[in-house]
């Protein structure tokens, strides 16, 4: 058994915390060293926690042990500034502080990346052509990337596995919204121990977390900014898939989409991002030719991230539409909100809106839109979850 270093271990300390959310680990980790960082919040004096929420619980954990768990897990901690953080999420807006691993993080280096994400719902149609675009992918060198949930997600990973048999394929990748220890769903246990095995499981998410439906929003800007293009093979209208596509957008990373049958519910969200002009996906060289041209730096179709099909699949700013207030606006008369807070609400969605999405619309510093967002839960105006907030 290993354990993990001081440093690692401290990190991995700090995001265990209870209440501890990626976005706040983000914030205590800025300018910091994780053994620093961790000192002050013990001490009360940590400057990004001066309601003192975290001293008691950092006063109760021992780093130590919290390391030989880790090492006894054999679950890898990744920090920006050390080697094995892959190089995809450096400088990305929403790059987690904190970034857990099992199996080989090289295996993102030095090779195209293709997200395949889509309905846990999925038809026959959809599970067969995610499989074959897994399989085609990983046989021609490409990183299939995804989620590991049901549907889409599992078939395109249990092609990639089959695909990366051969000579010169590429090992899958897979991020996930729980825990490394807290596999789900169950009935994909050996998928993750095959993905695990051959190639790397991520998540920014501490040992012994849970499933949370609304974490998993957060979980998909990892899976866009880590890949050359993203491709949905079924999604529902309004499905969980488009907080991949938005995630690509705002990094003007391509989107490509499976076209499916008019009359399938499955693929409204599909047939909806072509019609926004997204790249249409026949075959595994259709998403290489994609592959290709971003990797150039040549530009190629994405979605705008406000375009009409994303607003109605996500249900966002709906009451501006139909002529009723807006989110800054909704704010009770007589209350004081500041220009910041106006704008948050403004940018924040009545579905989990992620961190990095509120930089992006807001154009506010990190501490100011943090502050401004913990300010606006305090007085009941927004919902937090781990890393996205929504409007209360």
Known sequence: MTTLDTTLAHAASLAGLPAMTPVRLSLVLAGWD????WAALTRGTHPQDPKRRFAAAARTTDPAEVGERYGHSGVQVLLPNQGGYPSGLVGD??????????????VLEDRPRVAIVGTRSATPYGRQVAADLGRDLAS???VVVSGLARGIDGAAHAGALGGADGKGAAAPAAVVGTGLDVVYPTSNAKLWEQVATRGVVLSESPLGTEPRPRVFPARNRIIAALCDVVVVVESHHGGGSLYTVEAAARRGIP???????????ASEGTNGLLVDGCIP???ATDVLVAVSLARSGRPAPAPAPDTATLVAARGRRSSTTNGSSDGASSVHSGSAVTEAGRSVLAAVDDT??????????TGLSIAVAAETCEDLVDTGRLVAGAGWWSKG
């Open 255 to 265: 989107v490509a989409a499976v076209p499916g049958s008019v009359r399938s519910r």
């Open 281 to 283: 996906v026949r075959d």
């Open 34 to 37: 994780p053994e620093e960082a």
């Open 93 to 106: 807006p929403g790059a987690p502080a904190v970034l857990f691993c099992r199996g080989d993080p090289s």
């Open 352 to 361: 989990p809106t992620t961190f990095e999405t509120i930089l992006l619309r």
């Open 140 to 142: 021609a060198g490409v």
